[in-house]
């Protein structure tokens, strides 16, 4: 009997070790089989909701505010195409391009195989224009707008690689779902400088730009906009007679001096009569903290303050945004009246209460004004009874720097002024730039936020999810 209570036991605790093997098996089997389908339920979940978390350092692909705002209200069926197949997209730029999909429903990303389709573009181009490999197309219908690839994604052996994505898409938005398209006219004949950025930016905001000859020309009826940049040749009688005629006309005129420029009595003379005199001189700086060096260059920065809280300086001053010019470039303006009829005077730019002023361009040190003061550098007139305007500007930094330097080093907000300017005389409403966004190469840079979310991960989820799947598989051996 003992030994076959013997047998019986060991057979008992045999068939006991199966069971509790093939349980742990089980629970180990059900434990991988749970992660599993979580992981493909979140993947599937992730797809349909275009979920996806930016660990960037610089949020390389996310929208900014500006633009999440302006698309709650953007109510367009627009279809933006890339014109590659998904395995041949910049993915990149599909990145950015996604999170427009997601802020609005009426925007939709698709894919164009141009080697299924080689015909699909040819509605598009004009002019001998051609498309090529991830060229993108914005199509609302009625308008489109196309970009390269290298527009959306510079390319450059200095700088570095970007992304200009948000800025070119979210151009475009506007563009297509606007019914005309303001014009701005760059006056010439006066020895003016080029002002490729002025230029650009007007173009990106989508505006039509062109260019004018006063002395033989007269101004076109639909100018928005008039640009007169650092004329070195007076103006004659004449233009200065059809400048009063456009401004009468409800017209909108924008000029702009540099350090140097040879006296015209004439422009300067019109000026005054909107309360704005431009003094021969330079302004200079006093306070350090207003100096930024520009990198290797021998040449610095000057940041200027805004002078006025108005309804295109508002926002910069509250998120406390910095414009700038080059030191030693600027004029100094005076403010004649604060009001004189239906024209009222405002001071928009100026310098610190340490900055004074010299009449010696070649040597600053001579001919200094006797005590330090604000200088103004740019001040704006506005014409209530005619709904015209004259801004005027004793330096031309805001239009000519190089964007790089704008957006990149200092990320100042001259671009971002100069629309506003721009846009609120002309009546257009905010403009916004989003900087271009660098490629890091080299180590992954994580943010801190970043940082703590995958820290919370490895360090507390994943080994607490580890825990609780030990403890449960050793309840139920106990239990057997």
Same mark, same amino acid.
């Given at each position: 009997?003992?030994?076959?209570?013997?047998?019986?036991?060991?057979? #008992?605790?045999?068939?006991?070790?199966?069971?509790?093997?093939?349980?742990?098996?089980?629970?180990?089997?059900?434990?991988?089989?749970?992660?599993?389908?979580?992981?493909?339920?979140?993947?599937?979940? %992730?797809?349909?909701?275009?979920?996806?978390?930016?660990?960037?350092?610089?949020?390389?692909?996310?929208?900014?505010?500006?633009?999440?705002?302006?698309?709650?209200?953007?109510?367009?069926?627009?279809?933006?195409?890339?014109?590659?197949?998904?395995?041949?997209?910049?993915?990149?730029?599909?990145?950015?391009?996604?999170?427009?999909?997601?802020?609005?429903?009426?925007?939709?990303?698709?894919?164009?195989?141009?080697?299924?389709?080689?015909?699909?573009?040819?509605?598009?181009?004009?002019?001998?224009?051609?498309?090529?490999?991830?060229?993108?197309? *914005?199509?609302?219908?009625?308008?489109?707008? $196309? =970009?390269?690839?290298?527009?959306?994604?510079?390319?450059?052996?200095?700088?570095?690689?970007?992304?200009?994505?948000?800025?070119?898409?979210?151009?475009?938005?506007?563009?297509?779902?606007?019914?005309?398209?303001?014009?701005?006219?760059?006056?010439?004949?006066?020895?003016?400088?080029?002002?490729?950025?002025?230029?650009?930016?007007?173009?990106?905001?989508?505006?039509?730009?062109?260019?004018?000859?006063?002395?033989?020309?007269?101004?076109?009826?639909?100018?928005?906009?008039?640009?007169?940049?650092?004329?070195?040749?007076?103006?004659?009688?004449?233009?200065?007679?059809?400048?009063?005629?456009?401004?009468?006309?409800?017209?909108? $005129?924008?000029?702009?001096?540099?350090?140097?420029?040879?006296?015209?009595?004439?422009?300067?003379?019109?000026?005054?009569?909107?309360?704005?005199?431009?003094?021969?001189?330079? *302004?200079?700086?006093?306070?350090?903290?207003?100096?930024?060096?520009?990198?290797? #260059?021998?040449?610095?920065?000057?940041?200027?303050?805004?002078?006025?809280?108005?309804?295109?300086?508002?926002?910069?001053?509250?998120?406390?945004?910095?414009?700038?010019?080059?030191?030693?470039?600027?004029?100094?303006?005076?403010?004649?009246?604060?009001?004189?009829?239906?024209?009222?005077?405002?001071?928009?730019?100026?310098?610190?209460?340490?900055?004074?002023?010299?009449?010696?361009?070649? #040597?600053?040190?001579?001919?200094?004004?006797?005590?330090?003061? *604000?200088?103004?550098?740019?001040?704006?007139?506005?014409?209530?009874?005619?709904?015209?305007?004259?801004?005027?500007?004793?330096?031309?930094?805001?239009?000519?720097?190089?964007?790089?330097?704008?957006?990149?080093? =200092?990320?100042?907000?001259?671009?971002?002024?100069?629309?506003?300017?721009?846009?609120?005389?002309?009546?257009?409403?905010?403009? =916004?730039?989003?900087?271009?966004?660098?490629?890091?190469?080299?180590?992954? %840079?994580?943010?801190?936020?970043?940082?703590?979310?995958?820290?919370?991960?490895?360090? =507390?989820?994943?080994? $607490?999810?580890?825990?609780?799947?030990?403890?449960? $598989?050793?309840?139920?051996?106990?239990?057997?």
């Amino acid at each position: 009997m003992d030994k076959n209570k013997q047998k019986k036991q060991v057979k #008992n605790n045999s068939a006991k070790k199966m069971r509790q093997r093939f349980n742990m098996g089980s629970s180990i089997a059900v434990a991988v089989i749970i992660v599993v389908l979580i992981n493909i339920f979140v993947g599937i979940l %992730a797809d349909k909701l275009n979920i996806k978390f930016d660990l960037t350092l610089n949020k390389l692909y996310e929208l900014s505010e500006k633009t999440k705002e302006y698309l709650e209200e953007y109510n367009l069926p627009t279809t933006i195409y890339i014109l590659a197949s998904e395995a041949e997209q910049d993915d990149r730029i599909r990145s950015v391009l996604d999170n427009y999909m997601t802020e609005n429903k009426y925007i939709t990303v698709k894919n164009i195989n141009m080697k299924e389709n080689p015909t699909f573009g040819k509605g598009y181009v004009s002019n001998g224009e051609t498309l090529s490999a991830n060229s993108i197309i *914005v199509d609302a219908g009625d308008k489109h707008k $196309i =970009f390269t690839r290298t527009q959306l994604h510079e390319v450059d052996n200095e700088q570095g690689d970007a992304l200009n994505v948000e800025n070119n898409i979210t151009a475009a938005l506007k563009y297509v779902s606007s019914d005309v398209s303001p014009k701005a006219y760059f006056i010439k004949g006066h020895n003016e400088s080029g002002v490729k950025g002025a230029m650009k930016k007007l173009e990106t905001e989508n505006y039509e730009t062109g260019e004018i000859t006063t002395l033989t020309e007269d101004i076109p009826s639909d100018a928005n906009l008039l640009l007169i940049i650092n004329p070195t040749v007076d103006f004659s009688e004449m233009e200065i007679s059809k400048l009063d005629k456009y401004l009468t006309n409800g017209g909108n $005129i924008q000029v702009y001096f540099n350090v140097g420029n040879h006296d015209m009595p004439n422009l300067y003379s019109y000026l005054e009569m909107w309360g704005i005199a431009v003094n021969n001189d330079v *302004v200079l700086e006093n306070d350090s903290s207003k100096i930024l060096p520009l990198g290797n #260059n021998s040449q610095s920065l000057t940041i200027t303050n805004i002078l006025t809280d108005s309804d295109f300086t508002h926002d910069l001053i509250a998120k406390k945004r910095s414009l700038a010019y080059i030191t030693n470039s600027s004029k100094s303006l005076s403010q004649l009246f604060s009001q004189n009829g239906d024209i009222t005077v405002t001071p928009m730019l100026g310098t610190s209460e340490h900055s004074y002023t010299s009449t010696n361009y070649e #040597n600053v040190t001579q001919g200094i004004s006797d005590d330090e003061q *604000v200088n103004t550098v740019a001040a704006l007139a506005v014409d209530a009874a005619h709904n015209s305007s004259v801004y005027v500007s004793g330096n031309t930094f805001l239009l000519q720097s190089d964007d790089s330097v704008l957006s990149t080093q =200092f990320s100042l907000a001259n671009y971002d002024y100069f629309m506003n300017l721009i846009n609120y005389t002309t009546g257009r409403g905010e403009s =916004f730039t989003v900087n271009k966004k660098m490629l890091l190469e080299g180590n992954i %840079a994580v943010s801190k936020t970043a940082s703590g979310i995958i820290m919370v991960f490895v360090v =507390f989820v994943i080994p $607490i999810v580890i825990l609780l799947i030990g403890f449960i $598989i050793w309840i139920r051996r106990r239990n057997l």
